[in-house]
């Protein structure tokens, strides 16, 4: 029993890894029956590089399962050096064309199949309910269950039309949360009937949709136990199978995240934190934010096998997870890289824009990219209206400034008839509103690239997501 537990436990271990190119290690353990990986920025270069890469891995062996954290907007790998060519989920429920969202969510499927990529870690099923909320924002369509469902569901259909599984997240709903769970263990302030009326309303759509995936995350229902619902029967067993009626995969959020590995792992180790999962019913154990080496997967797959042993993990509930892992590993359609299409993407942003007041400029305009630490889900990515500007009304400067360098770009200002600030959530950055609040002699031009925050007196423009394409749709707006 001991080979067949230890074959099974690393079937549904799916780790993230460093490099370009598959290390030596991965390649032997992926021909050795590891479940597959899950391809994050660094792995990235472009498109014929991925296509190479998942190439190199299925030379190993066929059915590895690919997956790769590819929301489109804001967090984005495969455009992790340019910036995304589609909107995200919340410019794209601005836009509020459910058939719009199938066409940009089919465009990505396409892109991601001729990578090889066999399983998209999107979309986002979390709604953006609480304003301090720190991970979520513009990964949701919205903060309204009924409006933003027909879009989750549109991006179910439109990401598998080419065969790649779409993986709604993170069960039961992030939004309302005010912790990351990237780095603590939140509690949703929710009882079972609020979670049944607000938070599982839209993964209820993305089932019906038939998505081929859930991911479990890292959260706390005080009415299903102390336990997150990675590791919590009652939410993944009775409530997203029994209740919602799901019958694909659960893919675990990244088990080494602070959620998990703060409250947990530091008691039980990563190892006993599989085993938990699995024993509450999730299948694919993905252990992908960090770049993984073999003999931590070793300790993952002695945990899972002595759980078996001693009676704790079943052999058959193991060889389920298994079974559902591996059905992640079905080939894509047939599609080949070409360059990336931006067309449609900017449609899409164009459509999403929300314009406050006359945001009109008089003449070349000073542009302020106000830099803020992105979210540790998107992480560093090209992101600013300046270049865009600039390309399009010559004239134009471009400034990267600070929260704290309001005295500098007072100065600058004096010299431009326009000026435009751009930010991003300034709604969650004390320094950034203080910022604001010290240009106040400055007649500028806001434009808002997160979830949009209060409004102001002047004049503005939202994007509801600081994808290359929604910064360029506002640059073409305002030139």
């Not at 080496?293 to 300790?299: P, Q, R, S, V």
């Amino acid at each position: 029993m001991t080979s067949e537990a230890a074959k099974l436990a690393d079937a549904v271990l799916l780790p993230g890894f460093a490099g370009t190119t598959a290390p030596d290690w991965l390649r032997r353990r992926i021909a050795g029956g590891l479940g597959g990986v899950v391809l994050f920025g660094r792995n990235v270069e472009d498109d014929e590089q991925v296509a190479a890469l998942t190439a190199q891995l299925r030379g190993e062996r066929d059915g590895v399962v690919v997956g790769i954290d590819e929301e489109g907007g804001d967090v984005t790998r495969l455009d992790v050096n340019t910036g995304s060519f589609v909107p995200g989920p919340l410019a794209l429920g601005a836009a509020d064309d459910p058939e719009l969202t199938t066409a940009v969510a089919a465009a990505l499927g396409e892109r991601l199949a001729a990578c090889g990529v066999t399983v998209d870690l999107a979309p986002c099923a979390d709604l953006t309910l609480a304003a301090e909320d720190p991970i979520i924002g513009v990964r949701a369509f919205g903060s309204d269950p009924v409006k933003a469902s027909p879009h989750v569901a549109a991006y179910v259909t439109g990401l598998q039309k080419y065969g790649v599984a779409a993986c709604a997240k993170h069960f039961p709903g992030h939004g309302a949360a005010t912790e990351d769970s990237h780095v603590a263990l939140p509690v949703l302030p929710r009882t079972v009937e609020e979670l049944r009326e607000i938070e599982l309303v839209p993964f209820a759509a993305a089932i019906r949709a038939g998505v081929r995936s859930v991911m479990s995350g890292h959260l706390v229902v005080r009415a299903w136990g102390e336990e997150p619902a990675t590791l919590n029967r009652v939410a993944l067993t009775d409530v997203l199978r029994g209740e919602l009626g799901f019958t694909g995969a659960v893919i675990t959020d990244a088990l080494e995240m602070g959620a998990v590995s703060g409250a947990y792992g530091k008691h039980d180790g990563l190892g006993r934190s599989a085993v938990r999962a699995l024993a509450a019913g999730a299948d694919a154990l993905c252990l992908g934010g960090a770049a993984f080496e073999a003999e931590h997967l070793d300790a993952c797959v002695s945990a899972i096998v002595a759980a078996v042993e001693a009676g704790e993990l079943p052999l058959d509930r193991l060889a389920e997870a298994a079974s559902r892992t591996a059905a992640l590993g079905t080939d894509p359609a047939p599609a080949s890289v070409g360059p990336v299409d931006r067309r449609l993407g900017l449609e899409a942003a164009r459509k999403a824009l929300r314009v406050q007041g006359a945001p009109r400029l008089a003449g070349p305009p000073l542009v302020v990219d106000v830099q803020t630490e992105p979210t540790i889900a998107a992480g560093p990515m090209p992101w600013g209206l300046g270049a865009h500007l600039a390309e399009l009304v010559p004239g134009t400067r471009a400034m990267t400034a600070t929260p704290d360098d309001a005295e500098a770009v007072l100065e600058a200002a004096r010299g431009f008839r326009s000026v435009v600030v751009v930010t991003r959530e300034a709604h969650r950055h004390p320094r950034v509103r203080d910022l604001l609040a010290a240009l106040s002699t400055v007649e500028f031009i806001r434009v808002e690239t997160g979830v949009p925050g209060p409004a102001g007196d002047g004049p503005r423009i939202d994007t509801f997501s600081g994808s290359w394409v929604s910064l360029r749709a506002a640059a073409e707006y305002l030139a």
